[in-house]
């Protein structure tokens, strides 16, 4: 039995209007996230080695 999911998915940790993600773009891993006015995605690079290495490897361009 699900209730709505907006109610209490989350945990409250007292900020508000965090709708901006960096998310690393080898892992996907939600890095932080971000005080933003709407939903933005951003791709970045955790901090595990394995990570660095493939966005430098790639000469650090996303296309
Ligand atoms: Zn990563």
New binding site residues.
Partial sequence: MREDSSASAVQDSSQENELGVVI??????V?YTLPTNGFTKIAG????A??QETSSRSGGRPV
């Fill in positions: 690393c773009k080898s892992c996907n891993e890095i690079v955790c901090g595990k394995e990570c």
